[in-house]
């Protein structure tokens, strides 16, 4: 059984997250596994993005309980500009201070 198998079966929860890379950039990105994934990234086998800039950290995570709902999410932020975002993210809370 997957997890589209109807109102019985056992979803999981999407992660979106955003990291903080080389030079202060930002990456964003969904996830089902946000441990995995970070190490993924970590390790130069992510996205093209975080091999020119490796993350230093996980600056913001917020679940959903489906991927549709995740997409339209990273959707949204992709098209921020990188002030918005930061101020998303302090306004959350995960992060003292991204400048």
Request: charged share 30%; glycine share 10%; with cysteine.
């Amino acid at each position: 059984m997957t997890e589209s198998d109807g109102p019985d079966a056992n979803p999981r929860e999407w992660y979106l997250y955003i990291l903080e890379c080389a030079g202060g950039r930002l990456y964003t990105g969904i996830t089902l596994d946000l441990e995995a994934r970070y190490k993924a990234h970590a390790s130069g086998k992510g996205a093209r993005f975080t091999r020119s800039y490796p993350p230093e950290r996980i600056v913001f995570t917020r679940r959903f309980a489906s991927r549709s709902e995740a997409l339209k999410a990273e959707y949204a932020i992709k098209k921020m500009p990188a002030a918005g975002k930061r101020g998303m993210i302090r306004r959350a809370g995960n992060m003292e201070q991204l400048d």
